[in-house]
């Protein structure tokens, strides 16, 4: 049986940010027993880097679909991914250097911080992927700054 299974009510409305999150849950679903029973490092470091590489790809296109729809608290959304991501570094870290303690303790606080973060921050900016309001491109441009 899963650690963690993905239900509707995670659902963020966009069947690709969707898969993201179901493919980010089954690597923690296959985390959590390898680190549990000290799986073979190879295989822990294979799952670890699919998840750093499921997380970097699913935040960044996430942001950007936060952007283009005009939510406006994707600066501080985008600051938790970025502290997100920064602990899932910590724990690659910590895999590497083969300190088990220190990564299953990284790996609780991961895992409830993600499903935290989906049924909770995701969810916010559903209502403005659902109807997005593209602002003209000059008001885009003031409230975005360089960043647009
Ligand atoms: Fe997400
Ligand atoms: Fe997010």
């Known amino acids: 049986m899963s650690f963690i299974q993905w239900t509707q009510d995670m659902s963020v409305s966009s069947a690709e940010l969707d ?31 699919k998840l750093e590489d499921f997380v970097l790809v699913h935040f960044a296109q996430e942001e950007q679909e936060m952007k283009r729809a005009g939510y406006p608290d994707w600066r501080t959304h985008r600051d938790l991914h970025d502290r ?23 790996f609780n606080m991961i895992n409830d911080w993600l499903v935290t973060h989906i049924l909770g921050e995701d969810r916010k900016y559903v209502p403005y992927l659902g109807h997005p309001e593209r602002p003209p491109v000059a008001q885009w441009r003031r409230s975005n700054g360089r960043e647009c």
């Open 84 to 106: 997100m991501y920064d602990v899932v570094f910590s724990l690659k870290s910590d895999i590497e250097r083969g300190n088990e303690l220190d990564a299953r303790q990284l």
């Open 19 to 49: 898969d993201h999150h179901r493919m980010i849950i089954d690597c923690l679903n296959q985390l959590h027993p390898l680190l549990e029973a000290g799986g073979p490092p190879a295989q822990v470091r294979a799952v670890m880097a």
